[in-house]
């Protein structure tokens, strides 16, 4: 049987590391996706240090562009590479309002529609697996998350709790969704609140802004590695072929809100979805 291949979004630094290294470590190989290769590289070295397992490489998509994303994914899909596991860690929180290269809000347009775009174009790949796997960190954040579409660049009113419990309810109601979309193939797909980990969210990496405030909570929050625990075990665990559509906490099936739990709500976001990134 040929080694299994996962890729990893926002891997260069906590959690999506942590996750790198733990799904490695099960004797696969991971594609570490990152955005600054600098960042990336730094990452790999560290992962490789910690490997007893598997094997790790980089790769670069910025999931703030839509034409990048294409881009990784037209050159992925024209290897035939191999793809077992997507793991969508990657997320940004932002204090201020910020716009993606597309002119997304930049909280929906990373955590959520890039992550879209890139899924729905490497699906292919995916399908192809004996026992595929799509694992979407969302958050406790999408309990108190709501989507206006007349609203959804929060253009007004924008405040950072806001924008990204949108997001995190976002990614629960793509996850059962696309769920849905993938009953009768190889691929489950399952979303997960990681719990309150101490990362770099949050910290503007050109002024440092809210570092001090992490300092100050770390004690209280769980490390990148305890946090990546639930998604590596919805990743690796063979006893979870077939399972899919759930959120989890803490390895088991959790709650959702009553509007993660909307069909109508879910299948009103694929829609614009589909029609803001031109997948058929």
């Excluded at 596991?85 to 993606?100: D, M, P, S």
Aim: hydrophobic share 40%.
């Amino acid at each position: 049987m040929s080694q299994k291949v996962a890729i990893v979004t926002g891997a260069n630094s906590g959690m999506g590391l942590a996750t790198s290294v733990d799904i490695a470590n099960t004797g696969v190989h991971v594609i570490m996706l990152c955005r600054n290769e600098q960042r990336g590289k730094e990452a790999v070295e560290k992962a490789e240090k910690q490997l007893t397992n598997g094997s790790v490489e980089l790769q670069l998509c910025d999931l703030a562009s839509l034409e990048d994303i294409r881009s990784y994914a037209e050159g992925f899909n024209h290897s035939q590479q191999q793809l077992d596991i997507i793991v969508a860690n990657a997320g940004v929180v932002a204090t201020k309002r910020q716009e993606t290269k597309d002119g997304y809000e930049s909280m929906l347009g990373v955590n959520h529609l890039g992550h879209f775009l890139l899924i729905n174009l490497l699906l292919e790949r995916l399908i192809h697996s004996s026992d595929g796997r799509i694992v979407i960190v969302s958050s406790g954040a999408h309990k108190w998350g709501k989507l206006d579409f007349n609203n959804l660049q929060l253009t007004s009113g924008y405040n950072v709790m806001k924008g990204y419990g949108q997001s995190k309810l976002a990614n629960v109601l793509f996850a059962r969704k696309l769920a849905k979309q993938l009953k009768g193939t190889n691929v489950s797909v399952n979303s997960l609140h990681p719990g309150a980990v101490a990362t770099n969210l949050g910290v503007d990496r050109d002024t440092g802004f809210g570092k001090a405030i992490h300092r100050v909570l770390k004690p209280f929050f769980l490390t990148p590695e305890q946090g990546s625990r639930t998604a590596v075990y919805l990743a690796t665990n063979p006893n979870l072929k077939g399972k899919s559509g759930e959120y989890y906490i803490k390895e088991k099936p959790a709650a959702i809100s009553k509007r993660a739990a909307d069909d109508a709500l879910a299948e009103k976001l694929w829609n614009w979805s589909r029609e803001e990134t031109g997948i058929k």
